[in-house]
Nanobody
Framework: QVQLVESGGGLVQTGGSLRLSCVAS????????MGWFRQAPGKEREFVAV????????YYADSVKGRFTISRDKVKNSVYLQMNSLKPEDTAVYYC?????????????????WGQGTQVTVSS
């Protein structure tokens, strides 16, 4: 059974930091791109960041550039999202996802596998 399990969410004040983790299991994710999405109440799910497999190419939403950093540990089948300088508008449920390449995640928001989400709340 394939699973993506996120952790690391919580409540933080404006300007604070959080580090989200996502551990994948149940199959090999060699060659897969992994990324992060988020969904705020009453809004559609939106792309946050993605990291490829081969060359480690990374892409970010404009709203998080310079504040968030995506990284991954291929050995541990994990992807991380370091979030700094958090703002109230970053409040959302954050999901990790995996797809065979960067394109589906970056351009279509389409992942083969999804986690259950972790709540991030930034207080003003």
């Amino acid at each position: 059974q394939v699973q993506l399990v996120e952790s690391g969410g919580g409540l933080v004040q404006t300007g604070g930091s959080l580090r989200l983790s996502c551990v994948a299991s149940g199959r090999t994710f060699s060659g897969y791109a992994m990324g992060w999405f988020r969904q705020a109440p009453g809004k559609e799910r939106e792309f946050v960041a993605v990291r490829g497999w081969n060359n480690g190419a990374t892409y970010y939403a404009d709203s998080v550039k310079g504040r968030f950093t995506i990284s991954r540990d291929k050995v541990k089948n994990s992807v991380y999202l370091q979030m700094n300088s958090l703002k109230p508008e970053d409040t959302a449920v954050y999901y990790c996802a995996a797809a065979p390449s960067v394109g589906p995640l970056l351009f279509k928001g389409a992942g083969d596998y999804w986690g259950q989400g972790t709540q991030v709340t930034v207080s003003s």
